[in-house]
C-alpha cells in the first residue's frame, strides 16, 4: 500500500455544513426559516421592518454576520429600494456594534450572487460583514486548508446581542435621506 500523495485533515464538523447545503436545496429557505425562530434560537440580532441581522453559523471570522431580507429574492436588483436602504442601514448598526465588542482593524463587506460566485445560500440574497483583525490570516489555511476560528457562535451572539440592542436606537433616529434633505433647505 502506497502513502497518500498529500496529508488528510479530518474535520468532520464541516459534514454539518456540506450536508446543509444539499438538504437546503430540498427544503424551505433557512432565511425565510430563521424569522419563524425565537432570536436566541435562530441566532438573530437584531430585526427591523424589511431585513435583519444573523449570525453566521459557519463564520469566516468570530463575529461574522449576515443582512437577510425577509422576503425571498435571490438578486439584489430585485430588492426594493427601501428592502436595501435599510439592509445598508443594518450593515452600518453591524460595524458599529461589532466594533463596540471585537474593536477589529477592519471588515470585508460582501455579497456573493449565485453559486459560482461563493453563495452557499443562492436563492436569498444576503450581506457578509466579517471583522478582520492584523494578523487573523495564519498558515492554517495555506499548509492545512483550515480556518481557525476562535470563538463558537452562540459565545459571539451572546457577547453581540446587547452590543446591537444598544446600537439600535441609533437606527431608530436614522431619517429618510430624502428627509435629511429637505431639513437642510
Request: hydrophobic residues 40%; charged residues 25%.
Amino acid at each position: 500500500m502506497s502513502e497518500p500523495l498529500m496529508p488528510v485533515l479530518f474535520a468532520p464538523w464541516r459534514f454539518k455544513y456540506i450536508k446543509s447545503t444539499v438538504e437546503a436545496e430540498k427544503q424551505v429557505c433557512i432565511f425565510c426559516e430563521a424569522p419563524r425562530k425565537p432570536d436566541d434560537e435562530s441566532l438573530i440580532l437584531y430585526r427591523g421592518k424589511h431585513s435583519y441581522v444573523i449570525m453566521n453559523l459557519y463564520p469566516y471570522n468570530t463575529g461574522h454576520v449576515m443582512v437577510v431580507p425577509y422576503r425571498h429574492v435571490a438578486n439584489i436588483e430585485d430588492l426594493s429600494d427601501e428592502e436595501l436602504l435599510e439592509m445598508a442601514r443594518l450593515v452600518k448598526l453591524s460595524i458599529k456594534a461589532i466594533r463596540e465588542v471585537y474593536r477589529p482593524h477592519g471588515f470585508n463587506i460582501g455579497i456573493n450572487i449565485g453559486r459560482v460566485a461563493g453563495a452557499g445560500v443562492d436563492k436569498h440574497v444576503h450581506i457578509h460583514i466579517v471583522p478582520r483583525w492584523n494578523g487573523d490570516t495564519n498558515f492554517m489555511p495555506i499548509i492545512a486548508g483550515v480556518k481557525v476560528v476562535s470563538q463558537d457562535v452562540k459565545e459571539s451572539y451572546k457577547m453581540l446581542k446587547p452590543a446591537f440592542n444598544r446600537a439600535a436606537h441609533e437606527l431608530e433616529s436614522w431619517k429618510d435621506p430624502s428627509q435629511h434633505h429637505q431639513d437642510k433647505a
